[in-house]
C-alpha cells in the first residue's frame, strides 16, 4: 500500500470496463497509503506473528493488529451495489 498511486480518483475494473470511484473498489491504489487484511494467526513466536492471507508487499509498514470477531466484523448480506447491478452470472 504505501508504494501505490495516490493519485487515481478514478479506476476501470478490468472485468467491468467502466469507471468506478477508488473508494468503491479493493484497488491498492488509494489516496492514502492505509490498507486492511484479514488474516489466520498460524501462531506466535518470540515476540513474531506468523499469519496466512496478508495482502502486502515485504517492508510494508503495519500500524495496528486487532482481532476479528465474527460476531461484529463480519456481514454476510452485504452487496456492493454497482457490483450486483451487473447480474448475478458473474458473482
Known amino acids: 500500500m504505501d508504494k501505490a ?16 470511484g477508488t473508494f468503491a ?3 491498492p491504489a488509494r489516496p492514502n497509503p492505509i490498507a486492511l487484511s484479514a488474516v489466520r494467526l498460524l ?9 496466512i492471507g496478508l495482502d502486502c508487499l515485504d517492508g510494508t509498514p503495519l500500524i495496528d493488529i486487532k482481532p ?17 447491478e451487473r447480474g448475478s452470472a458473474e458473482t
Open 25 to 27: 473498489l479493493r484497488s
Open 68 to 84: 476479528y470477531f465474527a460476531s461484529t466484523d463480519c456481514f454476510p448480506d452485504a452487496v456492493v451495489g454497482w457490483h450486483r
Open 5 to 20: 498511486p495516490r493519485d487515481l480518483v478514478v479506476q476501470v475494473p478490468r472485468q467491468y470496463g467502466q469507471g468506478r
Open 43 to 51: 501462531g506466535i513466536s518470540e515476540g513474531k506473528l506468523s499469519v
